[in-house]
């Protein structure tokens, strides 16, 4: 299956030439970038052994912000050539529509790939500057792993809208109420919170917060991971995929 | 040539879907607002000024300049089209009124998302049960919001026109307003032009002050929509379109 589809992803890899896509995930880890800065420097020296723990506790809420926006962003840059130029009638009498979804589908993977270690990358380098302390690797794989699979998700549906929109309005569109959405799924009591896919990111943080109102001080604590949940997740995920690629392949050109 | 390059806009902009995204996506914040507002009582002690700050604290912080960026990508959506560049720079109109045609629609797009966030603002408040109708200093704060929303407007469109790419400039939009936010923090929101509506709306509810720093604020905004439209026109003006 590889072997058949390695000529169609060098093709993929061809059309998104110098489109310079991969500027939209650096741009978002440079600010990234700033925002890490900016925390640390209002951190006091006493806060610095639990700085792990805080960038895994606030780090979700920020990516519930801004990656369903960049993915929407991505999934635009990536489809728009077919649906600005009308090519799919002409691409679908050497490709199956199916394998041209999934083409596709990898290669806006890759850019959440290369997003997510990029984000790995900076925490290693800002809890090393600080000499942060409460490292667990643990707890960083599996923010990375949930990071990537839950905008894999979210990548499926933006790609399919973007495919079948001949407006990127609708679907950029769909990336701001997403974000809205999930920044305020996290305000949500838990069973509400669950049906709003753009909250996950949140969801399945494994670092809770205890703000003492009188001392003022900030405790962090474990959460255990939630196996059950993310299992869910990922078949969730893969009927989503199925559903979407199955919508994309029937869509009369 | 003004008013025909309004007219033009304006028949481009028929059954767009612009107006649906801008009377639906502030009834997100309303809903999910009103709903944090209502879960929260015991510690949302303020009423109307609570619901306020649920309601447009996220809108204004992180997803106004989106939504304006995905207006201006629309509203620059033919032109980048085609040969259409080619068509609208023979046009025997001047570039300045073109530019200018646009962002007439997009500041009348921008207070109607403000007129309809108040509406819904408003209806939240009467189904959450709060007395009587809104504070006025709520009236002046969504006209101030929409007076700090106008540099966003003109950068946002001087990005669309220069960008071809429809969701880059939407992108773009959303980093500034985060910026924004730390800009604010840091009490410099009026050095940014996407912190300018935040201050503008007194969506946090401590910028009390700005009635006594309106015009730092007013100068701020002057500014930066001179400074972005006339880099707008001189791009026009001076350089090569790609068609």
Known sequence: MIRCLSPQLHAEHQKIRHTKALLVPLGFLGFYFLWTMWQISSMKPDEFPTGYAMLFYQLPVMNAILLPLMISVIASRICDMEVKGDTLKLLYTIQKPGSFFDCKYLNSFRYLVFFTIGQGLLILFFGSLKKFGGFRSEDYFL?????????????????????????????????????????????????????????????????????????RIIHYYEIPFPTHKFILFLAFGVLIFLLCRTVFSKKEV | MLIQCIRAEKQKLRHSLILPACLFIPVIPAVMGTFNYMQNLGILKSQWYSLWTQHTLFYASFFFAPLIGLYCSYIWRLEHRHNNWNRIMTAPVPVSDLFFGKLVWILLITLLTQLWTGILYLISGKLAGLPGIFPPEIIIWILRGT????????????????????????????IGSVLGVLFNNEGIGIFWPYSLMLLGMNSNGTNESILKDFLPFLLSVTVFSAFFCLAAIWNLKHRDVKA
């Open chain 2, 147 to 174: 007076l700090g929303a106008i540099p966003i407007c003109c950068l946002q469109l001087f990005l669309s026109m220069r960008i071809r790419s429809f969701s880059i400039p939407v992108g773009i939009g959303l």
């Open chain 1, 143 to 215: 923010y990375l792993l949930t990071v990537l699979i839950v905008s894999a998700v979210i990548l499926v549906i933006q790609q399919t809208l973007s495919l079948l929109s001949e407006n990127q309005l609708f679907p950029l569109g769909v990336g701001i109420a997403g974000s809205f959405l999930g920044l305020f799924s996290m305000f949500f009591p838990v069973p509400v919170a669950r049906f709003v896919l753009w909250g996950y990111y949140a969801a399945f943080s494994t670092v809770g917060m205890d703000w003492n109102k009188d001392t």
